[in-house]
């Protein structure tokens, strides 16, 4: 277990370094590039009720600037992006961390690299590395989670217990 735990969390931080995955939030313009005939649409349809609420006698100019301090706040929270921190820790772990970061580890497939890497491995038992080769077999691919778990049943069991050859006395 502690083999694969080892190649597994330095393939998650490879993973969190290439993504830049901080957890730190950040404004992503992502959608104006590639949607910006909907942001124009969007800024049309606030202009018109912006022209309604300032010309109706029932609103005006305080309803204004609250609706448009209201739209800038919500659109702003709304174009931040966070990228969640991968972890070893998190994976088959179901809580609220689940809502933040998703269920990654049954997506994200392991790299071919670090699966021949634990393939050769001479501490990892052979029961892992023959269900992996089925898991691969049958996948294509082997995610995070499929490893991790293999993982944790060999670790729940038993060494198997080696014969001594010596016999006990009948009694």
Wanted: aromatic letters at 12%; one cysteine or more; a positive charge.
């Amino acid at each position: 277990m502690d083999a694969i735990k080892t190649i597994l969390v330095r393939e998650i931080q490879q993973i969190n370094q290439q993504e830049r995955r901080d957890g730190k939030a950040r404004f992503n313009t992502e959608f104006f590039t590639k949607h910006p005939w909907l942001c124009l649409a969007m800024l049309a349809g606030y202009v018109a009720v912006g022209i309604v609420m300032y010309c109706s006698p029932y609103m005006g100019l305080g309803w204004f600037a609250g609706f448009t301090a209201f739209l800038v706040l919500v659109s702003g929270g709304l174009l931040m992006d966070i990228k969640p921190v991968y972890r070893y820790e998190d994976i088959g772990v179901l809580d609220l961390r689940v809502c933040y970061n998703g269920e990654w580890y049954f997506s994200r497939e392991v790299p071919v690299k670090a699966v021949d890497e634990i393939l050769a491995h001479p501490q990892v038992d052979s029961r892992i590395k023959t269900r992996m080769r089925e898991i691969i077999h049958h996948k294509g691919t082997i995610d995070f989670y499929d490893i991790y778990d293999l993982a944790r049943k060999q670790a729940r069991q038993p060494a198997p217990v080696a014969p001594t050859g010596q016999q006990h006395p009948a009694h």
